[in-house]
């Protein structure tokens, strides 16, 4: 398994109040994404990474915010969290070659609950 | 637009093949993948298949993809119970851009 760690892996938490996520990774890959898992909704993705401090917004960037300091570590927050933002977020990792592949590895993924 | 459409449910009996089945939008898509996802887990990457290719074979895993049609299936051979999970299809477009998931496909295995 690709070596992933996310933390908190459970949170729950009050609406107004912010929240950050992290996601550490040992494999020192370049690429790292922000994924949320809703029922109905499969995975979106919400920011990614493609080097340290470069990072651009996805499909569902609205509400959150990101930072990499540092290529193992990439930090989601939500600045002031509301309950459309209860889900599971998996962070994931990849290394593209050349060839372009973008395999993507995930983590374990956390469960926020906003109240 | 960026579309990944799957069925949510497919119920086999163990022993035989499941077929699960994907479509997608983007003709300009360059990679397809299939990921697995048990109960509190993480997404497991199964296999992808460049969008220049119309099978790949993995052991008991069987990729099938009409470019065509815009069509890709998972074939899964001799299903056992451990194979029951829910299975997502995803594309990639661009490069090391996220990718676009289709929202799963639940596989069940009947004894």
């Known amino acids: 398994d690709a070596g992933i760690t996310q933390s908190p892996r459970h949170k729950v938490t009050e609406t107004g109040t912010p929240v950050t996520l992290r996601c550490h990774q040992t494999?020192?890959?370049?690429?790292m994404y922000w994924y949320r898992q809703d029922p109905g909704h499969g995975l979106r993705l919400i920011h990614y990474s493609y080097g340290v401090k470069d990072t651009d917004k996805g499909e569902v960037s609205d509400g959150y915010s990101v930072s990499r300091s540092k290529t193992e570590d990439f930090l989601l927050t939500l600045e002031s969290a509301t309950s459309s933002q209860t889900s599971v977020y998996f962070c994931?990792?990849?290394?593209?070659?050349?060839?372009?592949?973008?395999?993507?590895?995930f983590g374990p993924g956390t469960r926020l609950t906003v109240l | 637009g960026e579309d990944v459409e799957q069925s949510l449910f497919l119920s086999v009996r163990e022993g035989d093949s499941s077929v699960i089945n994907c479509t997608y939008t983007d003709s300009s898509s360059t990679y397809l993948y299939w990921y697995k996802q048990e109960p509190g887990a993480g997404l497991q990457l199964l296999t992808y298949?460049?969008?220049?290719?119309d099978m790949k074979q993995d052991q008991r895993l069987t990729v099938l993809l009409n470019k065509k049609d815009k069509h890709l299936s998972l074939r899964i051979a001799d299903t056992q119970t451990g194979d029951s999970a829910i299975y997502f299809c995803?594309?990639?477009?661009?490069?090391?851009?996220?990718?676009?998931f289709g929202k799963g496909t639940h596989l069940i295995i009947q004894p």
């Open positions: 494999e020192n890959h370049r690429y």
């Open positions: 994931a990792i990849s290394e593209t070659g050349l060839a372009g592949t973008n395999e993507q590895f």
């Open positions: 298949i460049f969008s220049n290719m």
């Open positions: 995803a594309e990639s477009i661009r490069g090391a851009d996220g990718l676009t």
